[in-house]
Structures are given as structure tokens and as C-alpha cells.
């Protein structure tokens, strides 16, 4: 596996970053990237990993925890360095993080829609667990459509 260089975001790879996201197809229209890389950076409990092979940014990952579990956010690989085991590269990065905090486990959700990546996550060790996913939007005029 080629070496993966991972540090946190800085203020020169947000666009990059927002950029992969949306390539990876994770972007939604409700999700201002560069709103969220800056939340995110602001709180203690969370950070945005970037990985970059050859100096070019390939991987990343939002990661944080609420004081009890971990989660990721925003896992992403180029779509041109898939299969290159940077997926695995940055989930270890972002298990490493929250290990750091002192966090023992890490749940994290995949949408309906991308079954697919269940056999990456499976692969790294991640079981499925059969909960009920609940959410409120608590600032209503954030809310869709
Ligand atoms: C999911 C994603 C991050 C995986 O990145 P990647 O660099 O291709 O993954 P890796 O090369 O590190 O693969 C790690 C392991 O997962 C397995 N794997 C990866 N994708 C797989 C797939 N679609 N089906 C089966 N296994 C898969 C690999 O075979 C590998 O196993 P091994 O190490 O035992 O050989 C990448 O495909 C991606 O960015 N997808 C689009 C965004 C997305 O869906 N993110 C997840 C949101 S929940």
C-alpha cells in the first residue's frame, strides 16, 4: 500500500476538500461543505483528516465524537485512486484520532443508497448493528426543501 501523508485540514485544502466530497458523490444540497469543515474545526471533539499521496490530496474524513461514541463523516477517496487502500488508510487514521480522545468505539452511518461501501466497512473490521436512525431538525430553516 503506498504511504498515505495525513495531517488535519488547513485553511489552503478547504476548497480542495469540498471539491473530493462532491466527486465521491457525498455532497448534498442541504450540506454546505465549507460550512461544515469550518463547524467541525471550531469544536474540540471534532477534526478533518486529509490525506495526500505524492502531494496530492486523494483521502479525507471528518471525524469527531459527542463525549460517548465516535463517528466518521465525509469518508471519501478520489474516485481515480479508489482500490488503492486510502479508505483503509484514512478509517485508521480517524480510529487512531478518536483512540487519542480516549473514545472505544466508533458508529458511524451509511446512507440507503450506498449499500455498496457496507463490504469496505466490513472489511476494516466494522459490523452492522440493526438500530433505528432518528433525527429532528433542530433549526428548522436548515431543513430541506
Ligand atoms: C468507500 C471508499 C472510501 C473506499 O476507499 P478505497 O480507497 O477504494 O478502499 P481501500 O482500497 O482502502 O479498500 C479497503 C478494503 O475494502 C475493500 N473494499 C473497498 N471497496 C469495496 C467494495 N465496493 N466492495 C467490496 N470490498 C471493497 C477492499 O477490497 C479492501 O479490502 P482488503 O484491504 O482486505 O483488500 C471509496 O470507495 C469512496 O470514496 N467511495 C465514495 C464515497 C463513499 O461512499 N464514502 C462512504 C460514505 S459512508
Known sequence: MPALDIAEIADADV???????????????????????AFARSVPG???????????????????????????????VDPDRQGEGHGRGIMAAAE????????WKLNLMVRADNTRVVA????LGYDTEERINMSKWLDPSKRPG
Open 46 to 76: 471534532a477534526a478533518v483528516l486529509v490525506g495526500r499521496a505524492g502531494g496530492e490530496i486523494v483521502a479525507s474524513a471528518m471525524v469527531g465524537h459527542d463525549g460517548h461514541r465516535g463517528t466518521v463523516y465525509y469518508v471519501s
Open 96 to 103: 487512531d484520532w478518536l483512540r487519542r480522545q480516549g473514545v
Open 120 to 123: 469496505f466497512y466490513n472489511a
Open 15 to 37: 476548497e480542495a476538500v469540498a471539491a473530493l466530497w462532491a466527486r465521491c458523490g457525498l455532497t448534498r444540497p442541504w450540506n454546505d461543505p465549507a460550512a461544515d469543515i
